[in-house]
Structures are given as structure tokens and as C-alpha cells.
């Protein structure tokens, strides 16, 4: 779905969401692993739009979709998705009805809640089995807890999570076996299995699981040094100048004055603050592309404007600044606007985007 442009949407700052893209980083990563795709479209796809993300995405024939939370799950539903929903959070019994009517496939490994799940009327779920996260499932030595109720009541499948994937320290090699070992202690073997995450999957080649569950790979953001692929940029954030100003020697910019000109210098007011998520701590660091050209924020990030220098590019009120993304063949990552806020997570940054920022969904982002 591409959602046409309204002039309000742009006057002031906004996120580019290039699905074109989108859907070809999960093209890559299904290549790759020689299995399908079971998307991440959990937090709202990563803060991007979690139906647009979905229906673009429904262009690969995925497996099902990843959320985290039953909310989520009924949201797609109400945009017409069909196929099976994962929710990828152990459930309380509350929630177990509004599960089941939103066709959820649940994720469960404590024994109480299976058992819940069960007497409340069952339906499909999913065994999750903990191998050294210690944040979801069962643990892999304690499969005998679980027995009775696997024999009784089958999963329809089984997985695990990687904590470190991205790293080469061996963890994920440790937690597979733990997996292994855990699926070999099962009664009965569940047919669907599965995994990967988008560091798990591009660190290794064709995949040994059912599906592969990749969330920010498919988003634009890498899995650092030794990954084997290299995603595409999807997220373009972009604020348009407000008014510039032509600053003399020793004038201050911002809250603080921590920016001090030295010489005659210019700066320009930009319509974007970190009550839009983009970060104060990306004062003086954060980079910025204006007509093809790096810059950089002018003191500290404000709540509803930021100040770039500008003194070296000619611009006027009404162009626009990228400030994560591409400009011409100028690129921001989301991992460089990461590491300039402190060493941010990226995918913090990309959730923590706020909704004052309207995303356009559009096939294809200059
Ligand atoms: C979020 C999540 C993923 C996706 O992780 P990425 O690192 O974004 O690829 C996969 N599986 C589970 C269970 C998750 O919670």
C-alpha cells in the first residue's frame, strides 16, 4: 500500500518509508536462508507502520507475521491479513480469549500457562524454549515439566531466541544445541521450528529451520562486521528549514549556548526536536544532508526544532534536511544516528520515532 502525500504531511517533517526496499531486504534474507520469512511487524514494524509494512510484505508469500502483543496481532487482522499471526510475548490467561479471537498463535513455555491455554479452550500455539536469554519459555534441561502437557496437547511448533547473535563469541552455536538437545527430550517433535532472528540469519547461510522471524534487518539496519548481507535503507527522516540565520563571531546557538560561532557563520532552523524522537543527545554530533552534502546539528536538539550549520551550503526556508537516510549519494544509517546518541541501540532509535512524524509509505524513496 502506498499512502499518497498530503501537503500537510510534509510541511514540517516526516518519515520516508521506502517499501520497495523493505520488501527486498526480505527477498535477500529468504534467498539466503532458502527458507520463508515469518516478519517482525511487532511495535508497529519497528515504528514504521506495521500494516503497510505487512500488506508490502505479503508480496513474498511469508509464513505468517511476528508481533508482540494481542493488540498488535488484532490490528492486522482489522487490516484483512490472513495469515497466521504470532505473538512473540508469553501471554496471562487475560488475555487468552481475545487471543483466540484474533486467530493468534500463541508463544508459551511456563507449564501453568500451557495448561491455562489448554482448559480455557486451547487452540494452535507454539512451544518457546529458553536456551540462554532467560526472558521467555521453557528452560532447555527442564523438558520433563512440560512432557505430559506436549503429549497431550502438541504444539503446533517450537523455537528459541538468540541473544548475541550479531556477536561471533559462539553464543548462538550454544544456544542452538541447547535447542537441539531440548527438541530431542520432547515426546513428540513439533513440525514447525524455528530460531533465526536477522543477526542469526545473515551470520550463517542456508537455514536448518522451518522459517526464519528477521525484524530489523528488513528495516534497513545491518548486523555489523561479518555479516554476509547488507540490507537496504528503508527510513528516510526528513525536516524541512524553517528560517536561517546569519550569525557574527561569538554568537551562541540553542539552549546552554553550547555552539559558539566562530567567524560569520549561518545556521538554519529546522522543524524536528526530540519530542519527535529524534534524540537531544544528538546535539552537536548528529549528522545531517542538505542538497547532497554532510553537515552537522548546531547545539543542543530542542523539543520541537533543531539548528544545523549551513554556512558552507546555500539553502532557504522549505528545503528539506535528511537526517537519517539518503540525500543524492549521501547516506545516514540508523546505526551512525545511533552511535552519535550515545551509543543508542538502533533499534531504540527507530522505535522511538514518535508519531508526530507522519510516515509516508511510498514503493520507492530517491
Ligand atoms: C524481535 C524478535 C525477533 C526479530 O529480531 P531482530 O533482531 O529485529 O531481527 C525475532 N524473534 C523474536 C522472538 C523477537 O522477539
Known sequence: MTTQSTAAETTRAWVDVDLGALVRNGAALQRHAGV??????????????????ARALERLDPAGFGVATVREAEELRAAGITRPVYVFS????????????????????????????VESGGGTWHLAIETGMHRAGIRWDQMADVADLVRANPPAGAFTHFHSAERNDGSWEAQ??????ALAALPVRPPVLHAQNSAGTVRRGASPWSF???GVFLYGVGSGDGARLTPEPVVHVRARILETH???????????????AVGQRRVATLGIGYADGYRRSLGNKGPALLHGKRTCIAGVVTMD??????????????????????????LVTVEQVAEFADFMSPYEVLTGLRQRLPRRHREHVP
Open 36 to 53: 520463508p520469512l515469518v516478519p517482525m511487524v511487532k511495535a508497529d514494524a519497528y515504528g514504521l507502520g506495521a500494516v503497510a509494512c
Open 90 to 117: 508469553p501471554l496471562l490467561p487475560a488475555d487468552f480469549a481475545e487471543a483466540r479471537a484474533a486467530r493468534a498463535v500463541v508463544t508459551l513455555g511456563d507449564p501453568t500457562a500451557i495448561a491455562a491455554w
Open 176 to 181: 542452538e544445541a541447547r535447542f537441539t538437545q
Open 212 to 214: 526464519i522471524r528477521p
Open 246 to 260: 546569519a550569525l557574527h563571531d561569538g554568537d551562541t546557538v540553542s539552549y546552554l549556548a553550547t555552539w559558539r
Open 305 to 330: 526544532m533543531t539548528m544545523i550549520d549551513v554556512t558552507d551550503i546555500a539553502c532557504h526556508p522549505g528545503d528539506v534536511v535528511t537526517l537519517i537516510g539518503r540525500d543524492g549519494d549521501s
